[in-house]
T-cell receptor
């Protein structure tokens, strides 16, 4: 089955700097890659996603890139702010109606 | 506008008790999922369901069962709770893959088994 590896497990950046979180997946048939943000004590919420027919997607300060050949995808957050501090999860889904497989999460701390 | 509701936010149960975790969604989603979240282990799939009275095992089903008698409700059952089932339990729902969508999660139930 699909396996998703996520790095780093913790990440600290200064406010205003960029943060990058990377994930690799094992199944080349995977075609959907969402990212979730979980603030302390709250539910995970979808912040951005990308389909396998797209190489990059941006939404204000957040972007996701996908390299199908290398089977990895990354979350980029620019101009980080303290409210970006949270745990971020990547996930992948093999085509069809199958459950998402999640990475183990990255705890991002933005230091003011 | 909460759309996936988990009945309890915090729960403390004794070893050996039968525990029911309830999840209700109001979005008419066919798919529902139960994950457990542990530090350093991420989100691990316990069971999922694509339709009423249908269930499929996830990656860690041992010690758990589920029930889906109605489309909007998906229950997770710990038949005999053990201390290693102390965890955060997250319910999620989604629509089938006519197009690609992510999940909507509930707020989670933090279960402590003593």
């Amino acid at each position: 089955g699909e396996n998703v590896e996520q790095h780093p497990s913790t990440l600290s950046v200064q406010e205003g700097d960029s943060a990058v979180i990377k994930c690799t997946y094992s199944d080349s048939a995977s075609n959907y890659f969402p990212w979730y943000k979980q603030e302390l004590g709250k539910r995970p919420q979808l912040i951005i996603d990308i389909r396998s027919n797209v190489g990059e997607k941006k939404d204000q300060r957040i972007a996701v890139t996908l390299n199908k050949t290398a089977k990895h995808f990354s979350l980029h957050i620019t101009e980080t702010q303290p409210e970006d501090s949270a745990v971020y999860f990547c996930a992948a889904r093999v085509r069809g109606n199958t459950p998402l497989v999640f990475g183990k999460g990255t705890r991002l701390s933005v230091i003011a | 506008d909460v759309k996936v509701t988990q009945s309890s936010r915090y729960l403390v149960k004794r070893t050996g008790e039968k525990v029911f975790l309830e999840c209700v969604q109001d979005m008419d989603h066919e798919n529902m999922f139960w994950y457990r979240q542990d530090p350093g282990l991420g989100l691990r799939l316990i069971y999922f369901s694509y339709d009423v009275k249908m269930k499929e095992k996830g990656d860690i089903p041992e010690g758990y069962s589920v029930s889906r008698e109605k489309k909007e409700r998906f229950s997770l059952i710990l038949e005999s709770a053990s201390t290693n089932q102390t965890s955060m339990y997250l319910c999620a729902s989604s629509i089938p893959e006519r197009t690609l969508y992510g999940y909507t999660f509930g707020s989670g139930t933090r279960l402590t088994v003593v």
